[in-house]
């Protein structure tokens, strides 16, 4: 999916972080849910079953991991193209815990 969409659909879809701790606390999507591909299968019920998921990590290997799990889950999951290397070259939003502008780690 591409990042502009992505951006666009917010309202609709739950996006999915699965970056490590220090990529997501330098910046990440503002409003995005936060879980690590590996703690993906112990926590996939904090995510709303009735929506559909867009999963991003850093390029995108991770995410398309992540899509996956959902999908084999019984989860509706795309994954965001090129990741947040590709959200920031096409200058969107990111920020970090304290909502200053983030970057991508």
Not at 18 to 47: K, M, N, S, Y
Request: aromatic share 2%; charged share 25%; glycine share 12%.
């Amino acid at each position: 999916m591409d990042p502009r969409t992505v951006q666009d659909s917010r309202s609709q879809v739950q996006i999915l972080d699965v970056r490590e701790d220090d990529e997501w606390a330098a910046g990440h999507i503002d409003g995005a849910v936060h879980i690590p591909l590996g703690q993906l299968p112990q926590r996939i019920d904090e995510l709303d079953a009735q929506r559909p998921v867009v999963t991003v990590c850093r390029g995108g290997g991770r995410a398309a991991k992540a899509a996956e799990l959902l999908t084999s889950s019984g989860r509706r999951a795309a994954v965001m193209d090129g990741g947040m290397q590709r959200w920031a070259r096409e200058g969107l939003p990111s920020s970090t815990a304290d909502g200053s502008p983030g970057t991508v780690a």
